[in-house]
């Protein structure tokens, strides 16, 4: 895990990642990096950064954007058997676009994630960077 893009807080009961960037696109790049890092069991089951998807997200707000953003990597984990491996986030105004990388999800032990909650949740810009918190309903 590279501490510096995110690291695992603790929480009673679902699973909490902090996320740091340079740039605000980073903090979606990087929360990308901590779903992907949870659902392979920290790291454990190795997924290749073979494919590529788009996807396109709109909110009224950057946390509702982070949400939306983790819902949608859930989503097409879910529905689509797509694991993401890591993202390329544009951001304009509140409307993201993310190239994914992953791995078909079939053969590998993943474990699930029901949904992102607006428990604890944030994003700020903290001096020259940007900070985010967000919490997966396990």
């Known amino acids: 895990m590279n501490s510096e893009k995110?690291?695992?807080?603790e929480h009673t009961a679902d699973i909490k990642f902090q996320v740091h960037g340079e740039a605000l696109n980073e903090i979606f790049e990087n929360a990308a990096l901590a779903f992907s890092y949870y659902i392979s069991q920290e790291g454990e089951e190795k997924l290749s950064a073979r494919k590529g998807k788009?996807?396109?997200?709109?909110?009224?707000?950057?946390?509702?954007?982070?949400?939306?953003?983790?819902?949608?990597?859930?989503?097409?984990?879910?529905?689509?058997?797509?694991?993401?491996?890591?993202?390329?986030v544009t951001l304009r105004g509140n409307n993201l676009r993310a190239e994914l990388y992953?791995?078909?999800?079939?053969?590998?032990?993943?474990?699930?994630?029901?949904?992102?909650?607006?428990?604890?949740?944030?994003?700020?810009?903290?001096?020259n960077s940007w900070e985010a918190q967000f919490v997966l309903d396990v």
């Not at 995110?6 to 807080?9: D, R, W």
């Not at 993943?110 to 949740?121: E, G, P, Q, R």
């Open 6 to 9: 995110f690291k695992l807080m």
């Open 102 to 127: 992953g791995d078909d999800a079939s053969g590998h032990h993943l474990t699930h994630v029901k949904a992102a909650t607006y428990s604890d949740m944030y994003v700020k810009k903290i001096n």
């Open 54 to 88: 788009i996807i396109e997200v709109h909110a009224q707000d950057m946390n509702s954007l982070l949400s939306k953003f983790l819902d949608e990597l859930i989503y097409v984990l879910d529905a689509e058997n797509f694991a993401v491996v890591k993202a390329e």
